[in-house]
């Protein structure tokens, strides 16, 4: 396991948009900061990082607001959303590579 910073609050371990209160728990690491995840990670193609749905103010339905996304290497870029993690004509998850960007690729 691995602590990163959260990316939805950026560290800050508050709701970074404020919506209930400027005091209120960041709903990802629960007001700590930091999240843990399991290795090895790469950036959320899908939310580029940031932990944010975009468009929105909600969590990243693909990394789930860590602003990371777990692996299994050795990893190759998606045919499909060509490493975006959006599906090219819905902007939604690419939904071969679950919104990741990159696909695991088989050893022989």
Known sequence: ???VKC???HGVGRDP??????LAACQVCGS???VAVQEPVKVCAFCEGTGVYPGSRLTCTVCHGTGVVQIVEP???CPSCHGSGKEPDSG?????CKGKGVITVSRR
């Open 7 to 9: 990316a939805f609050c």
């Open 17 to 22: 948009f404020g919506l209930l209160s400027h």
């Open 92 to 96: 939604l998850p690419c939904l071969f």
């Open 75 to 77: 990893v190759t870029q």
């Open 32 to 34: 700590k900061g930091t």
């Open 1 to 3: 396991m691995q602590e």
